[in-house]
């Protein structure tokens, strides 16, 4: 790190004063210029002090201020020290210096920042710009104030970048206040002192290329507002100050000070209202931006949102929501809900509220944008997979699911009713029906119930015709051929149909045995018996005898049955 000088000099040459902390002994050329939507520029050449020759080059100059005042003590520019190269010439040590006004401290740090109620005014909006400079000060010239009337939005924008856009909303520009030893910033031109140009002053006139370029043919100015001359002036003349010349009234709107070999030459250009017309500004960072933002409240098909971008509670304007998945279908979020804000221009009055982000911790298919998921409030889901579709209830309680591969599954932890006014057909390859404790298939008339027994119920009776095949009842046409009854068959189902239990051989103590002996045929063999008594037992499937002997066995048996009445 140099050294800071400590000490002010002050140098005069014919006319000027500059007073700066670098020690020089002399001007030898210095220019200034102050311009619309830019920084006071200037140059300087001058000769350093031959004592402190050596030590400049140890010196940080970083942010040296420069005063440069007129014959009458007017300030003609107060800025700081940019860029300074030093150089050795005949035994000298000169200085190329460049400086710039204090108004570029605003144009330092690009940040972001939301206005989104409506109701204050671009002059507050500004004086928050504002709020975080020493001594920092701006003018409001731009004409009547107005509430900004929707959200405006400072993003990735240096605060100087963005109050020239907040210009534009006014059709004006803005201005450095180079006479300001702080941040300071004139939005539109404040209107100075009437002065005369001499006779002979003028060096050149035009047309503003701006006529066209900003808007001024299609806000149907004149082209003579578009006038502009360059005349030669006094020091004393600022930025605004109205100037009479050739019979007409003029505006300073930029100013040029030369001093060579020791004289200063100051040219101004003077112009109409036209000149400094701007046209409408947009944000080009905001353009495709999407900035993150939590919902606080939701009215209507509007949400409120807090965006990250702000330090302080801005949500205060109605930011329209409009979901990727557009109108077919979709829900508000809930306050809490991280949301992101979308801009296709760079207008912010064209930003819609969209795609609802998913909260830490929650179920990482929500991460995945090939697996949509629609959630409620009370836990249920609706799911858009690339293999599967699915509704589910509470804690999956109930779902209908339907899968590639796979099909269809419906499951319920209460119940499953298919009512329907016409038929319900069901047709497949293979057809399974399964129950813990009860299957039952009921007309208005008639039952087949099938629980540890099978019960088989018609009011006139119950008829079995069996099939070689195994098939029960008959069949629809061409699915099945209908053959004439072996009478090995008939045999079969006759000695079927004597149980095989023998009373006189029983104990008193064995009834589970004899029961389970009754419900198998007399050709049954031990195997049969036994699996018939663990099925009697109210065993598994799976933890009885022998659970495949009974499946062997063509059993054409009818017992009869009972009628099983409707449940209330």
Request: one cysteine or more; proline letters at 3%.
């Amino acid at each position: 790190m140099g050294l800071r000088m400590e000490k002010s000099y002050e140098i005069k040459e014919n006319g000027i004063t500059l007073r700066t902390a670098i020690p020089l002994l002399a001007i030898t050329g210095m220019k200034i210029a102050v311009s619309e939507n830019e920084h006071g520029k200037g140059e300087l050449e001058a000769v350093v002090r031959k004592e402190y020759a050596g030590d400049v080059l140890r010196m940080d100059f970083g942010e040296t201020g420069i005063l440069v005042e007129g014959e009458k003590g007017e300030v003609i520019f107060n800025g700081f020290l940019e860029k300074a190269e030093f150089c050795i010439e005949s035994g000298y040590t000169g200085i190329k210096a460049e400086f710039i006004s204090w108004s570029a401290l605003l144009d330092r740090e690009r940040k972001s920042r939301s206005f989104q109620n409506p109701e204050i005014t671009y002059g507050q909006a500004a004086g928050e710009v504002f709020k975080g400079y020493q001594d920092g000060v701006f003018l409001w010239k731009a004409g009547q104030e107005r509430r900004i009337g929707f959200p405006v939005i400072q993003y990735e924008e240096t605060d100087w970048e963005f109050l020239i856009r907040v210009a534009s909303h006014f059709r004006t520009v803005v201005y450095p206040v180079c006479r300001a030893g702080s941040a300071a910033v004139c939005i539109g031109v404040e209107k100075g002192e009437m002065r005369q140009a001499e006779p002979g002053s003028i060096l050149k006139w035009g047309i503003g290329d701006g006529y066209y370029r900003q808007g001024c043919y299609e806000a149907g100015k004149s082209r003579g507002d578009a006038v502009y001359l360059e005349a030669e002036g006094s020091p004393e003349w600022e930025i605004g100050d109205v100037i009479a010349c050739e019979g007409a009234l003029y505006t300073v709107f930029r100013k040029n000070v030369v001093f060579e070999r020791g004289e200063m030459v100051c040219t101004y250009l003077l112009g109409r209202d036209s000149f400094i017309y701007r046209k409408r500004e947009a944000n080009g960072n905001l353009r495709g931006a999407r900035l993150k933002g939590t919902v606080r409240k939701a009215d209507k098909e509007s949400v409120y949102l807090q965006l990250d971008l702000d330090k302080e509670e801005k949500a205060d304007y109605p930011w329209a929501w409009t979901p990727e998945t557009g109108n077919l279908c979709y829900c508000m979020p809930e306050p809490g809900t991280e949301v992101m804000l979308y801009f296709p221009s760079g207008e912010e009055r064209e930003g819609i509220a969209l795609h609802a982000l998913p909260k830490e911790g929650e179920d990482g298919a929500c991460h995945n944008v090939q697996q949509r998921e629609f959630h409620t409030l009370h836990d249920k889901r609706a799911g858009l997979y690339p293999g599967r579709l699915f509704l589910e209830g509470k804690d999956g309680a109930v779902s209908v699911g339907m899968e590639d591969g796979n099909g269809i599954r419906l499951d319920s932890g209460s119940s499953i009713v298919l009512e329907a006014a016409g038929s319900i057909f069901i047709d497949g390859t293979k057809c399974r029906s399964r129950a813990q404790a009860e299957v039952l298939f009921r007309t208005p008339r008639s039952n087949i119930e099938i629980c540890r027994d099978f019960n088989f119920y018609a009011p006139e009776g119950v008829r079995t015709d069996g099939k070689d095949d195994g098939s029960i009842g008959d069949l629809p046409d061409g699915l099945a051929k209908k053959k004439e009854t072996e009478h090995w068959q008939m045999s079969y189902s006759a000695m079927a149909a004597v149980p095989a239990v023998d009373i006189a051989r029983c104990d008193g103590g064995s009834g589970l045995g004899m029961t389970a002996c009754g419900a198998v045929p007399a050709i049954a063999g031990g195997r049969q018996i036994l699996a018939m008594k663990d099925a009697m037992a109210g065993k598994m499937g799976k933890e009885a005898r022998f659970q495949d002997s009974l499946q062997s066995m063509e059993i054409f048996t009818v017992k009869g049955g009972h009628a099983v009445w409707p449940e209330e």
